[in-house]
């Protein structure tokens, strides 16, 4: 067992949410410094050209100011994020009691394709009766999958 210690810079984006200052999106650019150790925190030599690729993935904390609360049925994260065209997402950062969405930043504004867990993936989806299971597309039906799946 090693430690891998990588020296870099921090790139936290910002908004402003009912007047507070909320961190939306952060990136890690790493630098040059790559230093390596053992458990005690001495220097060791690693053969670099065996290590798996190990990307530098930042969690944001859960900003919530009241509201209704996400619990994942598949991992228990409280993270949501809204899915559109192709590749782009949002987190929902907060959703309150009247179904109004606060959103961490957005990369797109087309459809809407799903609301997922943000951890595992986990879709929302609702079934009528008579028909097929659907992925969940509007607000009011996110609300109503919370306030019926999340105690």
Same mark, same amino acid.
């Given at each position: 067992m090693h430690n891998k210690i990588t020296t870099g810079f921090v790139i936290q984006k910002y908004t402003i949410l009912d007047g507070k200052y909320i961190c939306v999106g952060q990136e890690f650019i790493a630098g040059d410094q790559v230093d390596y150790e053992n458990l005690n925190g001495k220097p060791v030599e690693i053969d670099t050209t065996k290590e798996n690729f190990q990307p530098f993935d930042m969690v944001l904390k859960q900003v919530a100011t009241g509201g209704l609360k996400f619990v994942c049925p598949s991992c228990q994260s409280n993270r949501l994020e809204c899915c559109e065209d192709g590749p782009y997402n949002s987190e929902v950062l907060n959703i309150d009691e009247d179904g109004d969405f606060? $959103?961490? /930043?957005? #990369?797109?504004?087309?459809?809407?394709?799903?609301?997922?867990?943000?951890?595992?993936?986990?879709?929302?989806?609702?079934?009528?009766?008579? $028909?097929? /299971?659907? #992925?969940?597309?509007?607000?009011?039906?996110?609300v109503e999958w919370i306030k019926k799946n999340c105690s």
């Open positions: 606060d $959103f961490g /930043e957005i #990369n797109a504004s087309g459809d809407v394709d799903r609301f997922q867990c943000l951890h595992c993936g986990y879709v929302l989806t609702s079934k009528e009766e008579g $028909f097929s /299971e659907y #992925n969940i597309t509007e607000h009011d039906e996110v």
